[in-house]
């Protein structure tokens, strides 16, 4: 079971850097107003859904203790993120602040996941 466990945080792991990495790579863009949400970006947040809500079924399943609040909040987070991604996806451009939005939610994203024990 630790190597299922294992492999589904190496793929959270992935989708967080798939949805971040679109950010950051779209920082300069930003600061024109010519930003957008790429596929990477909508993979990335769909990703860490599906991994997260698999790493939970997992760990309840083999008796690690889980923090509930902790992974509600998480996932309030990633599911607003993942409706403004999903939303703006086909827009040419995006709005500065919904852009970083994104951005700063991710980052508090991973905050909480790393910060909170």
């Known amino acids: 079971m630790d190597v299922l466990i294992h492999l589904f945080v190496g793929l959270h792991i992935i989708g967080i850097a798939s949805l971040l990495g679109g950010f950051l790579t779209q920082m300069k863009a930003m600061g024109d107003g010519t930003a957008r949400f790429g596929p990477p970006m909508l ?39 993942l409706g403004l991604v999903y939303l703006k996806r086909d827009e040419e451009r995006v709005d500065k602040a919904m852009f970083g939005a994104v951005g700063a939610l991710t980052t508090a994203n991973i905050f909480i996941a790393v910060l909170w024990t």
Do not use: P, R, S
């Open 43 to 81: 993979h990335g947040a769909l990703t860490m859904l599906i991994t997260g809500v698999a790493l939970v079924g997992l760990n309840q399943a083999d008796d690690n203790e889980v923090n509930n609040l902790k992974i509600g909040i998480k996932m309030a987070v990633l599911v607003v993120i």
